[in-house]
């Protein structure tokens, strides 16, 4: 596929921080098996995203092997298949949020086992008010999403919040870039774990909503969640530069 010289170095920014996402999730023991998607608009082809191989280790991504999908699944670009639930997700939020450049979803432990509770995230730390009234959570689990119906369901419940929680399945992120997509996802997955340690051990005092509102328009920015992405990024270069091939 030929694409423009004009948003090339975009292009190459987004697929490059795509690949270092997934190294740092297969670090962070987010990925398992086949499981899970990230991906990045195009900046030529809104209609299309780009997104990791079927089947591939989330720690040997390089930007070479990330696949160009558009609307209705076909790979224009890169070798290899798309994962089948991966599509159908992402494409419908992809195509109800224009405003969205990246879409994170992976099976992380701590996101699936809060899942199960079919909750919002409490503003217990000052994290997790990051997150407060700017999540969803899609209280259904019919199986594996295959049906395109599905997908639209998860965009029209994600709305225009940053975040879902999928009830018995995991979590979804959204950002206008890669960088807050992605650090959205890590907070949020470990926003999860400390509730779930706290809750385990006894009732965790709240933060006030006004007190967790203001605290949301400080931390819960997308400036902030690019700056908070950076040294993850950068560290991630200096331990994986083979994914700049």
Not at 48 to 55: A, H, L, T, V
Not at 147 to 162: C, Y
Not at 170 to 178: A, E, H, I, K, S
Not at 190 to 205: I, M
């Amino acid at each position: 596929m030929i694409f423009s010289p004009g948003t090339q170095e975009q292009r190459l920014r987004r697929m490059q921080r795509l690949a270092a996402t997934l190294r740092l999730f297969a670090e962070l023991g987010y990925d398992e098996g086949a499981g899970g998607h990230v991906t990045a608009r195009d900046p030529e082809r809104p209609d299309c995203f780009w997104i990791n191989p079927f089947g591939m280790y989330f720690g040997h991504v390089r930007v070479s092997d990330l696949l160009l999908v558009d609307g209705e699944g076909r790979v224009l670009a890169g070798e290899g298949r798309v994962n089948p639930a991966g599509f159908v997700i992402h494409s419908a939020v992809h195509a109800a949020r224009p405003d969205v450049v990246a879409v994170v979803h992976t099976h992380s432990v701590h996101g699936r086992a809060w899942s199960t509770l079919g909750r919002p995230l409490d503003p217990i730390t000052q994290d997790a008010c990051a997150f407060h009234h700017d999540h969803a959570v899609f209280d259904d689990y019919t199986g594996v999403v295959l049906n395109s119906e599905e997908g639209v369901r998860i965009a029209m419940t994600l709305a225009e919040k940053k975040a879902a929680i999928l009830r018995n399945h995991g979590l979804l992120t959204v950002g206008g870039t890669v960088e807050e997509a992605a650090w959205w996802f890590i907070a949020m997955d470990r926003c999860c774990q400390a509730q779930l340690l706290a809750e385990a051990v006894g009732k965790p005092v709240h933060i006030d909503a006004e007190d967790a509102e203001r605290t949301r328009e400080v931390i819960g920015s997308p400036s902030i969640g690019r700056f908070n992405f950076r040294p993850m990024y950068e560290g991630a270069l200096r331990r994986h530069p083979d994914l700049l091939d």
